[in-house]
């Protein structure tokens, strides 16, 4: 029988990252303009457009890479993309800890850290 607890975390995690890449490509000035001004006091403040770019390009690999691994699990055939798509979630919200941390905004976070933790999970389960 299928993992459908993996199943249903790569499902969120493909949710997640895909609805954030959508946010960032059609309302791309908006992120920016925001982002600047939430990094004005770090060492980003010149960078926010391509960590932005960078961010946008491995959340859009993370779920891409999690639609795959769920239709692999639910069709019995591997689990690497899954796995994979697991791996790079973890990245980018090991990015986005960095950047609020940086930016000292703490719940933010806190916040990342909410999501992490189910993409520990799926790591660790897809292993």
Known sequence: MTNIASV?????????????GYEKIFYWKENVTWLKEHFAKT???????????HLLILELISG???VVGAIQLVTKS????????????????????????LA???DGARTIVIYFIPAVMAVYWLN
Request: proline share 2%.
């Open 104 to 106: 000292k905004d703490y």
């Open 64 to 66: 891409i890479l999690c």
């Open 78 to 101: 591997g689990r690497e993309f899954g796995f994979y798509g697991a791996i790079f979630s973890c990245i980018c919200l090991l990015m986005m800890l960095f950047g609020q941390r």
């Open 43 to 53: 060492i980003l403040k010149n960078q926010v457009p391509l960590a932005l770019l």
């Open 8 to 20: 249903l975390l790569l499902i969120f995690l493909a949710l997640t990252f895909l609805q954030s």
